[in-house]
């Protein structure tokens, strides 16, 4: 049997489509945020444009598997929105990136360019620069394996973070209040672990901006109705943070046995001078640690500081372009310049 691609129209509802989404991933080693639960919800939640899903066969086995929003014929793009860390792209690591997007953008008939935004080095090494194929920085992300004990993870952490953390607690301790922190990991506390979160951060300096989750804000919706998907497989993990027996901060996250990943924190802007995010976190590893099933804890946010002050590791997340030939790839890059406003490099009469 030959190597194909298949393309169908998506619909997100369909089991079928689902499992053999599930299949593929699970087979790949891909990510929690790469699974069905995740960008199947993203697809259903936010996205307004029909998608196709396209189903790569080697020998009549599914090997890859993507959705690619064909709005725009000319100019194909592999499904993103900005909750989403990764592309919708997920394939055998066996496969070769290049040739298998190659051939996509070859079956998308009138396609001149595929993009693939947001591809995880873990999963698809970078591939070289050519005539067909470029590629462009997207971040770097940290991570953090949880491997032997928290006290020896700990006492390996900076100074000035061990300090002020003991500092802060010792000040909780004096002023009569208890902290604690509280997992919630079934399918009926998901839409209120959401809720509260939305409360929490539309009460801080993302509401300014309109970044904050909020009762009417799409992205809500989103989270929950991914959450509880996820807890129907027992891999949604709410991490919520009290003062005595007030919410001063949460994280949105998924596990597994393999992997934890932190899709979104918040925190009470008021509680100062502590540093609520950064008690939790403490706490959540050190039981993360205590689990002993070597978790690798993924932050997939832009690296910045305060996260070197929880782990030393990173790596890279990147864009594609895939173009159908060397010409196509010309074309393009001349329109574009043509395209751009005078005094940004475009040609003047």
Known sequence: MHSRWRLYPFVHDDPSQAQ?????????????????????????????????LAVFEDGGQPMAVALVDTSRPLLPAVFIEDQMPLGAWVQHPSLDFPALAAQLTARLS?????????????????????????????????WLQVEGSFDDYWQARGKNLRANLRKQRDRLVAQGVSPRLEVL??????ARAVADYAALESAGWKAQGGTAL?????????????????????ESRVYRYFFDDRLVATELCLCDDRELVILKTTYDETVTPYSPAALL???????????????????????????TRWTPLSRQVYHANVFRNPVCRMALSQLRRWSRPTGEGAPTA
């Open 185 to 190: 990991t079934a399918h009926h506390d998901m």
């Open 214 to 234: 909020s009762d009417t804000h799409p992205q809500t919706a989103f989270y929950a109705l991914m959450l509880q998907a996820f807890a129907g497989r027992q």
């Open 110 to 142: 009138v396609s001149l360019q595929l993009g693939v935004s947001q591809l995880d080095a873990r999963f698809v090494s970078r591939p070289a620069d050519g005539d067909w194929l470029s590629t462009l920085d997207y971040m770097t992300t940290p």
């Open 281 to 307: 976190r403490q706490e959540m590893l050190a039981a993360l640690f205590g689990e002993g099933k070597g978790h690798r804890v993924e932050f997939y946010g832009p690296l910045k500081e305060w996260h």
């Open 20 to 52: 053999l989404w599930r299949a593929v991933a699970a087979n790949a080693g891909a990510s929690l945020v790469q699974m069905p639960e995740f960008v199947f919800s993203c697809a259903a939640s936010l996205h307004r444009r029909p998608l196709k």
